[in-house]
């Protein structure tokens, strides 16, 4: 598909039903141009625009596209399917998405809140997915003749979204239609090609391909891992497939089609699946919505930290969502932005305080620095519909700019000087990988207390590394199993309780090729199945880490902000374990797990009174590193420095060198002769530093709008406290 934009997309969405009147939302347009915007997102609900089969009304959608062509204004035209129309519920009743009780999703409201209309019908459905290919067709023809529509979005915060609350599992699990259990056995039937072999790794007695169900009441079964990938990558990716391919055929431009997610699904790969049936991918952010953001008041998460700790956190937390993101579209995609927060958080009676522009302008900073190429923010003014009333808009309700916004459309303007750099710049290859493994999330997703163990250690290693100023990538299993993994010098395998022993003998290959793979506990302590490994690991992870399993134990938990087991923790030993040889002024708190082991050939970096807990092995050209606890969960809060000297240890052993300017870090974008530096002081004090730039001609502050002297090959920049400055670099 064709971009044929060439502008770095500064947005916002101006429509959605209901909304403003017409006339307002045209003078709108002209205000956010003049603010330096280029971009307006339109939202078409199925529903509201085709009340009647085959009667499709367009007109306002056409006067606002036209309106945006008389300042030159871009369009991103957002199709919501999910909203069907009546008249499709009621010819098709048997349209509706099943849970794992047989109960029909019933909610045929014509209302976009509070989800888009998703979960929506089945999408399994012949006769729905005719009529919705007949609209999405009609549409893309009718309206393909607008030229500053320069994006098509097909599917906004892709998802079924759980049914808000209902808390037993198998009412919010679909679908369970006999039209997907038709293609979910035809699947089964391609991966696993004969039914006894299925019937050994279920652990089942399938007389049959027919006869094959997924789990309805118990899901800690085999089966619940190849029913949640069906669902959540399959049955998903699949409909972005449909829904693209219908806008190609239909549009003689072949403009760029895109989609969202609402947040990344830290642990699973399907963001990555999702990416590939897209030309854009990317996700939503609304800061005041995530734990540790300063701007949110009510720090529900957070127990009595201080606001410096909380901006300290944010930094990390918010490149966390953005790099999860990039690092599922590798470079092969365009990374956008499809709703940043604009205003205050709404839900029903409660509202966080209004972002100030500099809120605004750290976030947006933040997101550049990780290679964000296109943003479009939600929404120009405040919300008026009942769930998220007065929310969310970057202008007051009358549409008179905030200074938020002036200070958006200030920054668009800037980065749009240096577009090339930053809609093509990208951030150089890390050396260092986190695995994720959709396997083990949907392992974890109904094993108790367990998804928290794997998604609080996977904040903890990017979080110790991030402030340290080691950059990472996530790399999927699905990547690691095709050789990806090797264009990493470091791999960290965060929580690996459940892993399979194709997995395993991949990152057993990746470190005898000369890789370094570090491990937390329990690696193949059950196989992707989530059948247990007897011995106790996986026969892959013994032989790498030159170990045989000699115990596991609960001790207590070391996290002053969020805990696994809370209940529980105060009730249970807390254990550290010291370390050996090289290692020996060095100390290690345990989380959670400690287990420990039997040398075969790894040699002991660290023990405590129940045995060893640490080893590290050569293994062909490379290492194994073995830390029986969870690593990242301890590393997860800022006062358990002892267990991060430590980690510093290992990884500068393992020769990964931070990217520092002083007591700055330094997060790049580059692109032919130029450079961008985010340069980022993650302290509570004002800092000062010489930076040497003697490899460039020219240094710009771009916010500043200034260039900067350069003596000696230096240049001194002030940034105040948890501040980010980005310089254009010119060679």
């Not at 699990?173 to 050994?200: E, G, M, S, V």
């Not at 939600?378 to 002036?406: Q, S, V, Y």
């Not at 250690?457 to 990547?479: N, P, R, T």
């Not at 002081?681 to 502050?701: G, L, P, W």
């Amino acid at each position: 598909m064709k971009n044929i934009y060439d502008k770095f997309v500064f947005g916002t969405q101006i429509y959605r039903f209901p909304s403003l009147p017409l006339q307002e939302l045209k003078q709108d347009i002209h205000t956010i141009k003049d603010l330096g915007f280029n971009s307006v997102k339109i939202q078409i609900s199925w529903c509201i625009v085709e009340k009647i089969k085959g009667e499709i009304n367009l007109a306002e959608i056409e006067e606002l596209i036209i309106e945006a062509r008389r300042v030159e204004m871009g369009v991103c035209l957002l199709i919501t399917l999910e909203q069907i129309p009546m008249w499709v519920w009621r010819k098709y009743p048997d349209c509706r998405l099943l849970n794992a009780q047989n109960e029909p999703h019933e909610d045929p409201t014509q209302y976009l809140l509070p989800a888009d209309g998703k979960p929506g019908p089945c999408w399994d459905h012949p006769g729905v997915r005719q009529e919705a290919e007949q609209f999405l067709s009609r549409v893309a023809q009718r309206l393909s003749k607008y030229k500053n529509i320069i994006v098509w979005n097909i599917w906004q915060e892709i998802g079924f979204w759980e049914v808000q609350g209902i808390k037993n599992l198998p009412e919010k699990i679909y679908c369970y239609c006999p039209y997907t259990l038709k293609r979910f056995r035809a699947w089964l039937k391609q991966k696993y090609k004969n039914l006894q072999d299925l019937n050994n790794l279920w652990k089942t007695g399938f007389g049959n391909w027919e006869e094959i169900e997924p789990p309805r009441r118990f899901m800690m079964v085999p089966s619940w891992i190849d029913w949640r990938y069906f669902m959540n990558i399959v049955y998903l990716s699949n409909i972005l497939k449909w829904r693209k391919e219908i806008i190609q055929k239909n549009d003689p431009l072949q403009r760029q089609v895109m989609a969202h997610v609402d947040i990344p699904t830290f642990g699973s790969e399907r963001d990555g699946e999702y990416a590939k049936e897209t030309d854009i991918f990317g996700t939503s952010f609304y800061p005041s919505w995530i734990s540790f953001s300063a701007n949110n008041s009510s720090y529900s998460k957070i127990k009595n930290q201080s606001k410096d700790k909380i901006l300290h956190y944010e930094l990390s937390r918010f490149s966390m969502h953005f790099d999860y993101i990039r690092s599922a579209i590798r470079e092969e995609k365009e990374f956008c932005l499809g709703e940043f927060q604009g205003g205050p958080f709404s839900h029903g009676i409660y509202i966080t305080p209004d972002p100030t522009p500099e809120d605004i302008k750290r976030w947006l900073l933040i997101a550049l620095s990780s290679g964000v190429q296109g943003i479009y923010f939600w929404n120009h003014r405040p919300d008026i519909f009942w769930g998220e009333m007065h929310g969310f808009g970057l202008c007051n309700w009358d549409g008179i700019p905030t200074n938020r916004a002036i200070e958006v459309g200030s920054i668009s303007k800037t980065v749009n000087r240096n577009k090339d750099l930053f809609k093509r710049g990208y951030p150089p290859q890390s050396k260092v990988a986190i695995i994720v493994n959709e396997d083990l999330y949907n392992f974890a997703k109904v094993t108790p207390y367990a998804l928290k163990c794997l998604q609080y250690s996977l904040m903890g290693w990017y979080q110790f590394l991030w402030h340290e100023g080691i950059w990472v990538d996530f790399i999927g299993a699905d990547q690691v199993l095709r050789g990806n993994l090797k264009n990493y010098k470091v791999a960290i395998l965060p929580f690996p309780i459940a892993l399979g022993n194709k997995l395993a003998e991949a990152l057993k290959s990746y470190v005898s090729d000369g890789g370094m793979l570090i491990s937390e506990a329990c690696p193949g302590r059950v196989d992707k199945y989530g059948l247990a490994n007897l011995p106790g690991l996986a026969k892959a992870m013994r032989e790498l880490f030159g170990v045989e399993y000699a115990n596991l134990h609960f001790c207590q938990e070391w996290n002053d902000i969020e805990s696994t087991l809370d209940k529980h923790n105060n009730k249970i030993p807390s254990i550290s374990s010291v370390g050996r040889g090289a290692y020996q002024s060095y100390t290690m708190k345990a989380n959670l797990y400690i287990e420990t082991y039997k040398l075969s050939h790894g040699t002991p970096i660290l023990s405590c009174t129940k045995g060893i807990t640490g080893v590290i092995n050569n293994y062909g050209q490379g290492k194994g590193i073995l830390l029986g606890t969870l690593v990242g969960h301890t590393l997860l809060p800022l006062s358990n420095t002892k267990t991060k000297y430590f980690i510093l240890k290992l990884i500068k052993d393992l020769e990964i060198k931070p990217e520092l300017c002083g007591k700055f870090l330094r997060r790049r974008r580059v692109y032919n002769e130029k450079e961008a530096w985010f340069l980022i002081n993650d302290s509570n004090k004002q800092v000062t530093e010489s930076i040497d730039v003697a490899n460039f001609i020219r240094v710009e502050d771009i916010l500043k709008n200034k260039t900067l002297d350069i003596k000696n090959n230096k240049i001194t920049i002030t940034i105040k406290p948890f501040g980010i400055h980005c310089l254009v670099m010119s060679k």
